[in-house]
């Protein structure tokens, strides 16, 4: 049976086949996804509860406790994580792989509802968020304005340029660092209070009242109906000041006989600075699968239409674009890719010495490549470094077949028939091997695809291209090069010196190793043990070499992650970030430098944390990111009391846990006060070991507490109970939300808290 004869005899159906492979493939390159890495969806989800003004204790006790134990019944945990810290606790959790994150999100929003009513009074309903723990933003937007405040900066970065950015095709969600949301905070003097038989609760009471914001419907008359209108909501802080709180000895006492009332900031306990310069900084992600260049390119050509509509004085910058690094990294692959092309024909040539055995033998490559790239796009593949690199190697691979089949039609053209019936025999004798040449060669891959884990998940792409590459070179080597051998191929005799001084050099080397060889089988014993020798040093080499994942690349962006001492004042924590921001930013080979006092990675705030985001100068004036981070680890020391981590980040992120460093280690037990004895012992190892810098812990204890003690005689006598005692001390220092403004385009919180200078004392 011969494979080859109908594309042989119908030359223009073959063509239109290879043509047609050629063209979707083609076209689906224009529409892979572009990344650096394959795509690895890890399933994870993270629930978010808020309770402002609760110590990390409490938060852990009263909402992280109850929703872990109703998440725990989620089918498909792989992992479960909580993280609490003042007023805010994060559950990450990680599912097996193949678990669909829709119907995960499903499940566990179902838990969250019935762990809703244990959770305490006052807490914001906790947020269930789709994460992908190995993506980092692909963008950092930096906004700042000389003039303008900055809870107008918020504004605008807010409903003018996350919100439009969200809009766009690909990107999954925008984080802001240094958020400057207005609020209006009411503080009030407790003596005052007291002097005037008043609490926090008759003030909280008076301002819901007055600052209602209920439908009042339509009066119908005889001829018209007319739309009620309530009274105006309040707007600022004169506003609240007025509000009358209580009668006393026949005169209003108002919100500003008892304190004052301020416009601020929803959170102040978090400031950013963009080149020294206070900001607001906003970091984009993109979707799981999405283009990263297109994505970034959507952004981009944005920005223009988005600053020219900014106020006067108002500069967005663009502090980094991990695009570039994609498309810097695919150039340096796709060159390789060519220069192996073209290596590959001159080898060909170099032994064929035949142009049209060439041209026919190099037809299979772009054709099979290009096939490739069509499968890629039906199995929902990107292009990236190691997709790639499977078809950079695959180049080596599709010929061989075109080649055996050339070799064995010019051997049978040799012999006087003609091209057709030299094709048809030729193909005749070879169909079969060629067959079980790429069936052998696409089967060395197989066993990655059954690779489970994100190893698999990793390299699954890989596999499939290479494969699929193989598998096209051995159809077009059945199906186009025998038709092109049957009307092209013919015989050209060695008629330059280039081709016999090349056959005369590798005859030479053919000759010697004959010899070598002859020698070798006359001394088989010396040469068994020369083997056994370079076996063992062959596994003592195997451990000196360097082990890792995935190999760290220098993309010109640099992490750190900072931690100051618990209980620092956040005015503190500010200097000492700047200062810290100062030096590294002196650094000749940093270009531009975001910093975050109160956020760190991810955005998540807290109360003794830092971020710096790190751009690096043009790789080709400075040394490698690795040694930059060894200088400026040596100077950040220093600035006392801080413990920065740097990081040259890595191209995937493994686990769910988010991490400033390289590795982690968990420790878990039943037992709080042996896991703090364990924790504080193992961090003080690790920091002993030579090879490991910026050892640090996430179990923060030292923070200094004051302990308040209820006498039950004394408060029954008065007629007071626990729940009224801890109700107060929350209102007076835990910021309770009261009430909210509504504006045009969003609403603004209404917060109550002691007067700074009595809270101090």
């Known amino acids: 049976m011969n494979l080859s004869r109908i594309f042989i005899e119908r030359p223009v159906a073959t063509l239109m086949l290879v043509l047609a492979i050629a063209l979707f493939g083609a076209l689906a390159y224009q529409q892979l996804p572009v990344n650096d890495l394959p795509q690895v969806d890890f399933p994870t989800l993270r629930v978010s509860a808020s309770l402002p003004g609760a110590n990390p204790e409490t938060m852990a006790n ?10 725990s019944t989620v089918q498909g945990i792989e992992s479960m994580s909580s993280k609490s810290s003042q007023g805010s606790t994060n559950i990450t959790l990680q599912f097996e792989l193949g678990r669909d994150i829709d119907a995960a999100a499903q499940d566990v929003q179902t838990a969250v509802a019935q762990a809703a009513r244990n959770l305490p009074d006052g807490i914001d309903p906790p947020q269930l968020r789709k994460i992908n723990p190995s993506d980092s933003p692909i963008l950092y937007l930096a906004l700042s304005a000389e003039r303008l405040p900055l809870t107008e900066l918020d504004a605008i970065a807010d409903s003018h340029v996350a919100q439009r950015l969200s809009t766009l095709s690909g990107v999954a969600q925008v984080l802001v660092f ?9 503080y009030l003097d407790p003596a ?6 008043l609490t926090f609760a008759d003030v ?4 819901q009242a007055a600052n209602a914001n209920l439908p009042s419907g339509t009066l119908d008359g005889a001829t018209r109906a007319y739309t009620v209108k309530a009274p105006v909501a309040l707007a600022n802080a004169k506003d609240f000041g007025d509000i009358v709180v209580a009668y006393k000895d026949g005169a209003a006492l108002r919100v500003r006989d008892l304190g004052r009332a301020e416009d601020g900031v929803e959170d102040d306990k978090r400031k950013t600075w963009y080149n020294g310069t206070r900001a607001i900084v906003l970091a984009v992600q993109r979707q799981p699968g999405a283009n990263t260049v297109e994505v970034a390119e959507r952004i981009r050509a944005m920005l223009p239409q988005i600053e020219a509509e900014l106020p006067d004085g108002v500069k967005l910058a663009v502090h980094s674009d991990r695009s570039r690094f994609v498309k810097d990294s695919l150039h340096e692959v796709n060159f390789t890719l060519v220069l192996a092309l073209g290596l590959v024909i001159l080898v060909i040539f170099a032994f064929l010495h035949n142009v049209r055995a060439t041209l026919i033998a190099a037809l299979v490559l772009p054709s ?3 096939g490739t790239f069509a499968f890629m796009h039906l199995l929902g593949y990107s292009i990236n470094n190691l997709s790639l690199m499977a078809i950079t190697l695959a180049i080596g691979f599709v010929v061989d077949d075109a080649v055996v089949v050339i070799e064995n039609i010019a051997r049978h053209l040799d012999m006087g028939k003609s091209r057709l019936q030299a094709a048809l025999d030729g193909a005749q004798e070879i169909g079969f091997t060629v067959v079980s040449m790429t069936l052998s060669l696409a089967a060395v891959f197989l066993p990655i695809l059954f690779m489970g884990g994100m190893i698999g998940r990793l390299f699954q792409e890989f596999a499939v291209s290479i494969g699929v590459a193989v598998l096209l070179s051995g159809l077009i080597a059945l199906t186009l090069t025998p038709m092109l051998c049957a009307r092209w191929l013919s015989h050209e005799p060695i008629n330059n010196s280039v081709s016999r001084g090349f056959d005369n050099t590798f005859n030479r080397f053919r000759d010697w190793y004959g010899v070598t060889l002859r020698a070798s089988m006359r001394h088989r014993a010396g040469m068994l043990l020369l083997s056994l020798a370079v076996l063992v040093a062959m596994g003592w080499l195997a451990g000196q070499v360097k082990q890792g994942f995935i190999p760290r690349v220098d993309s010109g962006m640099v992490f750190a992650s900072v931690q100051y001492p618990e209980g620092i004042p956040f005015d503190e924590l500010s200097r000492r970030q700047q200062q810290l921001a100062a030096i590294v930013q002196a ?17 998540v705030s807290g109360g003794n944390v830092g971020r710096l985001v790190i751009r690096l100068t043009p790789r080709d004036t400075r040394n490698s990111a690795d040694e930059i981070i060894d200088e400026l680890r040596k100077t950040t020391r220093k600035v006392s009391g801080v413990n920065v981590m740097l990081q040259n980040p890595a191209s995937i992120n493994v686990g769910a846990l988010a991490s400033s460093s390289d ?3 968990t420790l878990t037990s039943g037992n709080f006060a042996s896991l703090k004895q364990a924790s504080a012992v193992v961090e003080k190892r690790l920091g002993e070991v030579p090879l490991i810098e910026d050892v640090s812990s996430d179990l923060e204890l030292r923070n200094p507490e004051l302990g308040v003690v209820l006498d039950p005689l004394e408060a029954a006598r008065l007629g007071i109970d626990a729940r009224q005692v801890q109700q107060t001390l929350y209102d007076a ?10 504006g045009t385009s969003d609403q603004y919180t209404v917060s109550l808290k002691a007067l700074p200078a009595r809270r101090a004392a």
């Open 368 to 370: 099979s490549l290009l």
């Open 587 to 603: 650094h000749p080979a940093v270009e531009g430098l975001m910093s975050s006092a109160g956020q760190g990675g991810g955005g």
């Open 178 to 186: 240094g958020s400057q949301k207005y609020a209006l905070r009411l």
């Open 733 to 742: 220092l835990g910021g309770r939300r009261i009430s909210e403004i509504y």
């Open 62 to 71: 009263t909402v992280a406790t109850p929703l872990e134990r109703q998440l």
């Open 204 to 207: 909280a009471a008076a301002v």
């Open 192 to 197: 005052k209070l007291l002097a005037r038989g």
């Open 663 to 665: 590795y982690q280690i």
